[in-house]
């Protein structure tokens, strides 16, 4: 042959793949698969494929490719891995991110890259911060801990000891509560920070116990909630007197089931709740539990959710382009309803727009819920209100 054929022949073997790529949109799917945060990965890859199943594969005529890595938590794993994403399979978005040490180590890589960062799962206020291409569609942990401050000294807690996760989330919690609550007249007796590995909470149950506060308010990341009722239990601290208050983090639609009946009453805070009361929510459950063999969905599953509805419409903004800064201007201010209620992208800060929920721990038909009584709409992030 030809040294001329050869090249013919090879240009076009290489066409159809080039073409094909281009009508591909990848986003590179980081989430925590396995170990500790497993739960958290497990819900928002099944509420992905949920929402791909329900709206298809093909979004203003490219067909979306979903690529699905396990970092089991590790930051430098994260990294890694969201590096590979993007300079191996070219995706067009950074997505899921469990912990906020994992969204903030690969902050610096979508700043880099211009790739939008869909943060589906972490809660620091910071993160939103530490990149113009990052957007959030799960929570702050200031959108929960200030209302849940303000209802308890309104229903005379007086007194309280705060019991955090030693981390981002955690010291956001813990802060946004006792500023609240402070202010608006509150003691904070004693402020316990309990590390995020493989927690044991009795030394500090014992130190609440001790400090017998009105109320203890928790905050423990999504998965943990388990693990500490348990200790609490065991403790004796459910027979003390002492109220337990929280962020919705703990009593997780995830784990809320198996915690038993002594969590019924817990009132606590949070932006979504598998008992949510509207119709896009009940086809949400049912669908959800349909295709993962009954599991509930938790607020975890709706960061996943929603982060594929804002990526899917700023997609069809931008008729298919994939450059960065394109994707995040057409996410910017978007607003649509969610199944925990509406919600929208901050058009300044990039962040989530929701209602929180002022909720109790009930049995409903025999399972234990949180079912909402009150509702404080549109809540921006408490933290970067306060600096404007
Ligand atoms: C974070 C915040 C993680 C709240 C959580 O569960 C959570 C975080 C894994 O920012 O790392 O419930």
Known sequence: MLRREILAIAALSFLPSVVSAQDTVKIGLILPMTGQQASTGKQIDAAVKLYQAQNGTTVAGKKIEVILKDDTSVPDVTKRLAQELVVNDKVAFLAGFGLTPSALATAPIATQAKVVQVVMAAGTSSITEASPFIVRTSFTLAQSSVPMAEWAFKNGIKKVVTLVSDFGPGIDAEKSFSDK???????????????????????????????????????????????????????????????????????????????????????????YSANHDSAFNKIYVEAFKKANGNLRPNFMSVGGYDGMHLIYEALKKTKGATDGEKLIAAMKGMAWESPRGPISIDADTRDIVQNIYVRKVEKVGGELYNVEFATIPNVKDPVKAAKK
Request: a negative charge; proline letters at 5%; aromatic letters at 8%.
């Open 181 to 271: 609550f402070k202010a608006d007249g509150g003691a904070i007796a004693e402020a316990l920070r309990v590390p995020l590995r493989n927690p044991d909470f009795s030394p500090f149950l014992q130190k609440v116990a001790d400090a017998k506060p009105d109320a203890l308010f928790v905050f423990v990341p999504s998965g943990a909630g388990a693990q500490f009722i348990k200790q609490f239990v065991e403790r004796g601290l459910d027979k003390s007197g002492i109220r337990l208050i929280a962020t919705g983090d703990v009593t997780d639609d995830d784990q809320l089931n198996g915690m038993g009946d002594v969590v019924v009453g817990v009132i606590n805070t949070h932006n």
